[in-house]
């Protein structure tokens, strides 16, 4: 069946713009995970979602990083006024979720986002 | 708060030798331990888990680790290297008590020469 899948997988904006990263998590997992990769670096927890809510967003950064997952599938994850730093692999991931679960989560392809 | 160290920045083995990468962890409460790979511009595969149980978990690949709860490790192994398996690896843990995020080691980058 189909893996996770992301889209772009790559984006160059500008500073101070608007983006939106997509992510189709596979179908039947009720949790979704997004992470950011640094260069050189292991990914980075942002935000969890459990079904169509925000179960834990402790890793976003700040406020102009916000996601949504309206009906419990897909999922956007939107920066607003990039920054250079913002400049990452967003990795997206998705599990048979259940609070406390130990399923392990399938990883998408990532976005690579470039702000230049 | 929980946390991975992968204390290699990159392990050099021989194909056909046995290999290890290494692994500590850090967590409050009972570990769920993963290990990851990543190939070039592909995405993170799974390769294997420990929940409870048996300290050595078999995974994919041939690759097997084994949990040490008194030394706080996983570390990664397999008994015959192949060229196919140069990769970054990542370690990760989640902790029982503290949500379903992975908290991820910085990588250790395998290099299999034939």
């Known amino acids: 069946g189909a893996g996770v899948s992301q889209t772009p997988s790559n984006k160059v904006t500008e500073k101070g713009k608007y983006v939106e990263l997509r992510c189709d998590p596979i179908?039947?997992?009720?949790?979704l995970y997004w992470y950011r990769q640094s260069l050189g670096q292991g990914p980075e927890f942002l935000i969890y979602?459990?079904?169509?809510?925000?179960?834990?967003d402790s890793g976003l950064p700040n406020d102009r990083f916000f996601a949504v997952r309206p009906e419990g599938s897909v999922s956007t994850l939107k920066i607003q006024r990039t920054e250079r730093g913002d400049s990452a692999v967003y990795l997206c991931?998705?599990?048979?979720?259940?609070?406390?679960?130990?399923?392990?989560?399938?990883f998408g392809p990532g976005t690579r986002l470039t702000v230049l | 708060a929980q946390s991975v160290a992968q204390p290699e920045d990159q392990v050099n083995v021989a194909e056909g030798n046995p290999l290890t990468v290494k692994c500590t962890y850090s967590?409050?409460?009972?570990?769920?331990l993963f290990w990851y790979v990543q190939y070039p511009n592909r995405g993170l595969q799974f390769l294997l888990k420990?929940?409870?149980?048996?300290?050595l978990v078999k995974g994919s690949y041939g690759f097997e680790a084994e949990f040490n709860k008194s030394q706080t490790s996983f570390h990664l192994k397999k008994p015959s290297a192949l060229v196919s398996d140069s990769a970054l690896y990542f370690c990760?843990?989640?902790?029982?008590?503290?949500?379903?995020?992975?908290?991820f080691g910085g990588g250790t980058r395998l290099m299999v020469k034939p």
């Open positions: 991931a998705s599990s048979l979720g259940q609070p406390n679960s130990y399923n392990e989560q399938f």
């Open positions: 179908s039947g997992h009720t949790a």
């Open positions: 979602f459990q079904g169509t809510g925000a179960a834990d």
């Open positions: 967590v409050s409460g009972n570990p769920y």
């Open positions: 420990y929940i409870t149980g048996d300290n």
């Open positions: 990760a843990v989640r902790d029982y008590n503290a949500g379903n995020m992975l908290t």
